[in-house]
């Protein structure tokens, strides 16, 4: 399956555990958002901000990182990233991180969560089907016992020439909202 297909049956599957879906709309571009003129833009913009965080910082941290990120990422490109929960496939070595099904996302809105909220992974995802992920490099080093090396993920989901495949599950915040407000779960803060 394409991003594209994975990413409308996450819209759809949203909206099938009745939460919110935010306005996004995929569309097809004329070329990239994320050009190497608009990552060194955002990565200068971003610098009064990252200059601060540490690798530790990201590691595990997907959510409140990347709301953070995502209006200075809106600045440059002009267009509302949405968050998109999901899990992503080393193909190179056939793991898989993050998995969640369906069920799981639906046990835990309706029983609460007694796993680790932030075992969980979250990216940016762009009306262009591009993708940012700030964190996963070093949430994954930290996992492997690696030092993170500063890298980020991005470029067109079905073209990012690092084995790695994203799969769209959740599109939105309101998942997290939804678990919080009904089973006191999701707090950002470590």
């Known amino acids: 399956m394409s991003y594209l297909e994975y990413f409308k049956e996450a819209q759809e599957r949203t909206l099938r555990l009745g939460l919110k879906l935010p306005a996004f709309a995929p569309n097809n ?63 190179r070595n056939n793991d898989t991180y993050f998995f969640r099904e369906e069920e799981d996302f639906r046990a835990h809105l309706e029983e609460g969560c007694q796993e680790n909220i932030r075992q969980f992974h979250v990216w940016l995802t762009l009306p262009s089907m591009e993708i940012l992920d700030i964190t996963l490099p070093a949430s994954y ?20 020439g690092n084995g790695l495949e994203y799969v769209p599950m959740m599109i939105g915040t309101d998942y997290f909202t939804q678990c919080n407000e009904r089973h006191g779960l999701y707090n950002d803060n470590r």
Do not use: Y
């Open 141 to 160: 080093a930290e996992q492997v016992g690696k030092r993170p090396d500063g890298s980020l993920i991005f470029g067109h989901a079905g073209d990012l």
């Open 29 to 91: 571009p004329s070329g990239p958002l994320l050009t190497n003129e608009a990552m060194h833009s955002f990565i200068a913009d971003l610098q009064p901000l990252s200059s601060k965080w540490t690798s530790q910082d990201l590691v595990n941290q997907c959510l409140p990182v990347h709301q953070i990120v995502a209006p200075v990422l809106r600045g440059i490109i002009g267009v509302e990233p949405v968050v998109t929960i999901g899990h992503v496939r080393d193909l």
